[in-house]
């Protein structure tokens, strides 16, 4: 079977124009004594809905335009925003999403949250100050450090191990992210708190054993698959 994404859109602006748009895009529940019309439209094999964000806009200068796209492959996580306004787009930030990592624990209530880590974009920035994506440091910072000042994210022996170095005070911190049974290990440098960094790269093998934050099974791990002896 296909996946399907979900394209959301919004679109806020004159009765008169949400009723011209809703009766361009066939949509049935009338729009002209709202100010604001939302609907979704499947994307066959994950596929996106920019273009038709962007006709939209055209045909309807006077309305702003919000667009999101999430795709069933990675569980309808977000990966893209785009708005226009005036016919002409504010920001269209398809989210480069290299990594992601998974936090639980009393400080979210026994809520997981996903930081999905994503090479950071100058439509990025314009992005998140206009949409609310979420901000992950000041609940993280809720999670106890080790005197070494890393925080534990999530710990899943033997197959997945990443953690955050996060100075109380500060605006980007470092993530390393460890599976060792594939021999992959990869560090995140400065991560912002929506999750857009700076720089990555993978780790070697001895500098994944200098890393103070690994538990003891994560070493036993990396040096079994890596044919090592600590």
């Given at each position: 079977?296909?996946?399907c994404?979900?394209?959301?859109f919004?679109?806020?602006?004159?009765g008169?124009s949400?009723?011209?748009?809703a009766?361009?895009?066939?949509?049935?529940?009338?729009?002209?004594?709202f100010?604001?019309l939302?609907?979704?439209?499947?994307?066959?094999?994950?596929g996106?809905?920019?273009?038709?964000a962007?006709d939209?806009?055209a045909?309807f200068?006077?309305?702003?335009v919000?667009y999101?796209f999430?795709?069933?492959?990675d569980?309808?996580?977000?990966h893209?925003?785009?708005?226009w306004?005036?016919g002409?787009?504010?920001?269209?930030a398809?989210?480069?999403i290299?990594?992601?990592c998974c936090?639980?624990?009393?400080?979210?209530?026994?809520?997981?949250h996903?930081?999905?880590?994503?090479r950071r974009?100058?439509?990025l920035?314009?992005?998140?100050?206009?949409?609310?994506l979420q901000?992950?440091?000041?609940?993280?910072?809720?999670?106890?450090?080790?005197s070494d000042?890393?925080r534990?994210l999530e710990?899943?022996?033997?197959?997945?191990?990443s953690?955050?170095?996060?100075?109380?005070?500060?605006?980007?911190?470092?993530?390393?992210?460890?599976?060792?049974?594939?021999?992959?290990?990869m560090?995140f440098q400065?991560?912002?708190?929506?999750?857009a960094?700076e720089?990555?790269?993978?780790?070697?093998?001895?500098e994944?054993?200098?890393?103070t934050?690994?538990?003891?099974w994560?070493?036993?791990?990396?040096?079994f698959?890596n044919g090592?002896?600590?």
């Amino acid at each position: 079977m296909s996946n399907c994404a979900i394209n959301w859109f919004q679109l806020i602006g004159p009765g008169s124009s949400l009723q011209a748009a809703a009766d361009h895009l066939s949509l049935t529940p009338s729009a002209a004594e709202f100010h604001a019309l939302e609907f979704d439209l499947p994307g066959w094999h994950d596929g996106s809905a920019w273009h038709v964000a962007e006709d939209i806009a055209a045909r309807f200068p006077d309305l702003t335009v919000r667009y999101e796209f999430r795709p069933e492959f990675d569980n309808f996580a977000l990966h893209g925003v785009g708005a226009w306004e005036g016919g002409i787009p504010l920001y269209r930030a398809p989210l480069d999403i290299v990594e992601s990592c998974c936090y639980s624990g009393p400080a979210t209530q026994g809520a997981q949250h996903t930081i999905p880590l994503m090479r950071r974009t100058e439509a990025l920035a314009r992005a998140a100050c206009h949409f609310p994506l979420q901000h992950h440091f000041e609940t993280i910072r809720r999670i106890p450090a080790g005197s070494d000042g890393w925080r534990v994210l999530e710990s899943y022996p033997p197959h997945q191990f990443s953690a955050i170095h996060l100075p109380d005070v500060g605006a980007t911190g470092e993530i390393v992210v460890l599976y060792p049974e594939a021999r992959r290990a990869m560090l995140f440098q400065g991560v912002n708190t929506v999750g857009a960094f700076e720089a990555n790269r993978s780790l070697q093998t001895d500098e994944v054993l200098m890393l103070t934050c690994l538990p003891g099974w994560a070493i036993e791990q990396w040096a079994f698959a890596n044919g090592i002896s600590v």
